[in-house]
T-cell receptor, first 111, second 113 residues
Framework: EDQVTQSPEALRLQEGESSSLNCSYTVSGLRGLFWYRQDPGKGPEFLFTLYSAGEEKEKERLKATLTKKESFLHITAPKPEDSATYLCAVLGSSNTGKLIFGQGTTLQVKP | DARVTQTPRDKVTEMGQEVTMRCQPILGHNTVFWYRQTMMQGLELLAYFRNRAPLDDSGMPKDRFSAEMPDATLATLKIQPSEPRDSAVYFC???????????FGPGTRLLVL
């Protein structure tokens, strides 16, 4: 069964304190790994798609990386506006288009 | 800037009443998804459609929930009768099934008293 586990559940950082969020997955035939950002009261906002091990993508202070078992979302010198819940999801070859989501990591960045 | 739209944004109703939520997917997307999000369960997939045909509704309580796509610009999710345990945020998302990326709407926050 395809599964996604995110850690930690919650993370508190000081502004400028870099860190990483983890997304571990088991899936039969990875077709894509997706990162979303969700602000309170809003829908998840698409950030990145990674397709194969070794791939990296960057957007402002965020960099997503992928291995055969996990993905990391690295946050460099975060700012308070980076505070949000970050969701990871996988699309497997047997899922017919369904994304399997993790429970998310809630990030709080204090000024 | 194309976006998924959902109405209503908030809904408060009493137990036993019918609730209808609407979604307008992004033009050109061939797949529409309905999700429910709660603190306890996270994001749960209820049902999804490809080219307006239902592909999977196994996540939906069949006795009270129904989902339809009357046309390419409208998807609906109905709950009848509603129960307090249905209180949650309901999201619609659209995308190209083959590509995988889903784009979410702002959600409908439902409270059943």
């Amino acid at each position: 069964e395809d599964q996604v586990t995110q850690s930690p559940e919650a993370l508190r950082l000081q502004e400028g304190e870099s860190s990483s969020l983890n997304c571990s997955y088991t899936v039969s035939g990875l077709r894509g790994l997706f990162w979303y950002r969700q602000d309170p009261g809003k829908g998840p906002e698409f950030l990145f798609t990674l397709y194969s091990a070794g791939e990296e993508k960057e957007k402002e202070r965020l960099k997503a990386t992928l291995t055969k078992k996990e993905s990391f979302l690295h946050i460099t010198a975060p700012k308070p506006e980076d505070s949000a819940t970050y969701l990871c999801a996988v699309l497997g070859s047997s899922n017919t288009g369904k994304l399997i989501f993790g429970q998310g990591t809630t990030l709080q960045v204090k000024p | 800037d194309a976006r998924v739209t959902q109405t209503p944004r908030d809904k408060v109703t009493e137990m036993g009443q019918e609730v209808t939520m609407r979604c307008q997917p992004i033009l050109g997307h061939n797949t529409v998804f309905w999700y429910r999000q709660t603190m306890m369960q996270g994001l749960e997939l209820l049902a999804y459609f490809r080219n307006r045909a239902p592909l999977d509704d196994s996540g939906m309580p069949k006795d009270r929930f129904s989902a339809e796509m009357p046309d390419a610009t409208l998807a609906t999710l109905k709950i009848q009768p509603s129960e307090p345990r249905d209180s949650a945020v309901y999201f619609c998302a659209s995308g190209q099934l083959e590509e995988g990326t889903q784009y979410f709407g702002p959600g409908t926050r439902l409270l059943v008293l």
